[in-house]
């Protein structure tokens, strides 16, 4: 009895030292560590499969995007929040620029808006560098109404499209 319980004791090690934890999901702990794909552990280390430094680690870990109320270039309070989570990455990937794109509705002249799309990306822009981001890494853009992330001519589609868009260059 004693044998046949030490022979399933080591069977279960065994089984349990030879698990493959590299597929598990990214709600898992496996090789993505806690919280899946694009986090980062305690040391402030990348532990998710995409490139530390790259567009979708960016967007997974901070949010590349933030969202504007109408005709307004003003930062709201959810985008503050997205752009602290930015701040952080920007200084663990201190040799990385960006690129940040004001965009808007399809509302309103072409001319009024880019204007307004290049006053929603240097907002971002003046964000990131109060908070000590070197300015020389962040260029902005505006394309004004020129791309919409959703094409519909819809309130959720004009909530969608009033944004600035960050990019890793």
Not at 2 to 30: E, F, H, K, Q, Y
Not at 31 to 47: D, H, M
Not at 83 to 96: D, F, G, S, T, Y
Request: charged share 20%; net charge negative.
């Amino acid at each position: 009895m004693i044998r046949l319980t030490i022979s399933v004791a080591a069977a279960l090690l065994l089984a349990a030292c030879s698990s493959d934890t590299g597929n598990m999901s990214s709600s898992g702990t496996g090789q993505n560590g806690p919280g899946g794909p694009g986090g980062y552990n305690a040391a402030g280390l990348s532990t998710g499969h995409y490139p530390p430094g790259s567009q979708e680690d960016l967007a997974q870990t901070a949010g590349d995007r933030i969202y504007f109320d109408t005709d307004q270039s003003t930062i709201t309070g959810q985008a503050r929040d997205t752009l602290e989570r930015q701040v952080q990455w920007l200084q663990q990937n201190a040799r990385i620029g960006v690129w940040v794109a004001g965009n808007c509705d399809e509302r309103g002249t072409e001319e009024y808006n880019l204007a307004l799309g290049q006053r929603r990306a240097n907002a971002d822009r003046d964000y990131l560098a109060s908070r000590g981001i070197d300015p020389r890494r962040v260029q902005t853009i505006s394309y004004g109404k020129d791309r919409p992330v959703d094409p519909n001519s819809t309130p959720d589609a004009w909530g969608h499209n009033r944004n600035a868009i960050t990019s890793v260059r």
